[in-house]
C-alpha cells in the first residue's frame, strides 16, 4: 500500500529531503487569510509543516505512516492526525486552506478531490508544492498528479538548489519509496552507484542539485 512505502525510509526522509525556499513561503502566504487553518495532507516528516507552523498557522498534519509521523517534532501550531489524504477525519467546512507538498501522486486523486471539498470552507485554495529535482522522478510525478488534480492552476517556481556531502548524498539516496533497504539484495550494488556519483559529480566535496520548487493553486470550484 502506498501508505507503508516509506516505513523505515522515515530518518533518511527526515535527515536528507530538501526544504522548501523562504520565496516560496512568502509566496504561498499571499494565498492565505491571516491566521488560516491549514489542512497540510501527506504531512510526512513535517517538513513542510514546520514553515507553516513557524509563521504562525495553526496546521492539522495529516499523515497515515506511522513511522513519517514519529519524525514531525512537536509545534503548539501543529496538530498530527493519523489519517490518509482521502479519509482526513476533519470536521467538514473547517479549514481555509489545503496543502500538499511532495505527495500528491501517491493520493487516489477522484477520492481526495472530494475530501478536499468536504473538508474545506467556502473559498478554499488547494496549493500543491514540488521539489522538481533534474534527473529525479518528481518531475514527471508533479506533473501528471498536477494534471489530473487542477482544472486550470496558477503555477510559480521558485530556486532551491540543494549541496550533498557524500555522506548526505547517500542517506539522501536512500529516502526513495524505490530504494532498497539494507539487507535488501540489490542494497550494496546501490550503495556502489551512488558512491561512483558521488565521485563523478561532486565539486569540491559537494555535489549540487538545481533543484526548482514548483508551487501550483487553484481555489475549490
Not at 10 to 34: F, G, K, M, V
Not at 80 to 100: H, K, N, R
Not at 128 to 155: K, L, Q
Not at 194 to 210: C, I, P, S, T
Amino acid at each position: 500500500m502506498n501508505t507503508q512505502l516509506f516505513s523505515g525510509k522515515a530518518q533518511a526522509y527526515a535527515a536528507a529531503r530538501p526544504s522548501y525556499p523562504a520565496e516560496a513561503l512568502d509566496y504561498i502566504a499571499t494565498l492565505l487569510p491571516p491566521g488560516a487553518s491549514i489542512a497540510d495532507i501527506g504531512a510526512g516528516t513535517g517538513k513542510f509543516t514546520q514553515l507553516l507552523a513557524a509563521r504562525g498557522y495553526t496546521v492539522h498534519a495529516v499523515e497515515p505512516n506511522d513511522d513519517m509521523r514519529a519524525q514531525l517534532v512537536p509545534h503548539e501550531n501543529i496538530h498530527v492526525v493519523a489519517a490518509a489524504a482521502e479519509a482526513t477525519g476533519l470536521p467538514a467546512q473547517s479549514v481555509d486552506a489545503i496543502t500538499v507538498a511532495q505527495a500528491l501522486h501517491w493520493f487516489d486523486i477522484e477520492a481526495f478531490r472530494a475530501e478536499c471539498k468536504r473538508i474545506a470552507k467556502p473559498g478554499t485554495p488547494v496549493i500543491v508544492i514540488y521539489n522538481r529535482t533534474p534527473g529525479g522522478s518528481s518531475i514527471a510525478h508533479s506533473t501528471w498528479a498536477t494534471d489530473d488534480f487542477f482544472t486550470a492552476p496558477t503555477e510559480r517556481e521558485f530556486t532551491n538548489p540543494i549541496d550533498y556531502t557524500r555522506e548526505s548524498w547517500a542517506v539522501y539516496r536512500t529516502s526513495h519509496s524505490y530504494d532498497p533497504r539494507p539487507g535488501d539484495a540489490n542494497y550494496d550494488e546501490h550503495m556502489v552507484e551512488v558512491q561512483a556519483q558521488f565521485d563523478r559529480e561532486h565539486v569540491n566535496g559537494l555535489l549540487r542539485k538545481e533543484v526548482l520548487t514548483r508551487v501550483y493553486h487553484e481555489m475549490l470550484a
